[in-house]
């Protein structure tokens, strides 16, 4: 099964609505038609970015960096998935280590946030990843695995499922893992998804990965099996580092 290739930003709490130029920038230099682009704003931003997004003729997707498990309710300061889809958003990033981390969120919980989403047509991104000193301990597949086994519901449409493997210590630092690494973590999570779902939706899952993504780096982790695309940080925030690594994505192989 071909799986297309996803290029997501993840502006994180950065942004106001005159960073929208790099939309324009963005969207002119990058005509991507084997590549998904997708940038996640904060909430505040998505209404406009989709509307800009339209105005450019462009395909790329907006995204939320998170929701609720519930649907409307005495949540204050909180977003529902149906709030995101309402707003023009298509994907939603659920679990990054940031939330995990800042807000104690729990593997139950993200569970409860996927399901959201997909109630809300929303494609989920889970993301999974170990820390400096569980990777230091040789413990990072076995973190893998327990956060894919507490985190994912107990069917799945691959059409509506992304997973990033998202290494703690390399999110923000420059630092990223061997090509090995990277590769034995994807293998691992695309054998648990087999596991879980059986072959032919695993095979349709697409994973990415995230961690200091940067354009001096991405064709050789593009070349990495397994490795459908990346899910960018810092360097998202700046079109033409956001379009450079797009480029390296489409000149990619198949993964
Ligand atoms: P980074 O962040 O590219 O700035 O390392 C990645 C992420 O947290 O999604």
């Not at 297309?4 to 920038?25: D, H, I, P, S, Y």
């Not at 989920?124 to 413990?139: F, H, N, P, S």
């Not at 990277?182 to 032919?200: K, M, N, V």
Request: net charge negative; hydrophobic share 45%; glycine share 10%.
């Amino acid at each position: 099964m071909t799986r297309r290739k996803l290029a997501a930003g993840n502006w994180k709490m950065n942004g106001q609505a005159a960073e929208l130029a790099e939309l324009e920038a963005l969207t002119s230099t990058c005509p991507t038609p084997g590549v998904d682009v997708l940038i996640c704003p904060p909430a505040t931003l998505i209404d406009r970015m989709t509307g800009l997004l339209d105005r450019l003729g462009a395909s790329t997707a907006t995204g939320g960096q998170d929701c609720h498990s519930a649907e409307t309710g005495a949540h204050t300061g909180d977003i529902a998935a149906t709030m995101l889809a309402d707003a023009g958003a298509t994907y939603v990033i659920l679990g990054h280590s940031e939330r995990r981390q800042d807000h104690g969120e729990s593997n139950a919980d993200v569970q409860a946030k996927i399901t959201a989403a997909w109630s809300a047509d929303l494609i989920a991104i889970l993301c999974i990843g170990e820390t400096e000193a569980e990777y230091k301990t040789g413990q990072t597949l076995d973190i893998l695995h327990q956060q894919l086994a507490g985190s994912l519901p107990d069917s799945a449409d691959a059409a509506r499922l992304v997973i990033a493997y998202e290494p703690v210590w390399a999110i923000g630092t420059g630092l990223v893992p061997t090509l090995d690494e990277i590769a034995a973590a994807h293998g691992f999570i695309r054998s648990a998804l087999t596991t879980r779902y059986g072959a032919d939706t695993a095979q349709g899952i697409r994973l990415l990965y995230g961690g200091s993504v940067k354009p001096g780096n991405a064709t050789e982790i593009f070349s990495v099996p397994d490795v459908d695309g990346a899910l960018v940080g810092g360097a998202s925030l700046k079109a033409s580092d956001f379009s450079a690594i797009i480029t390296a994505l489409e000149a990619a192989p198949a993964a």
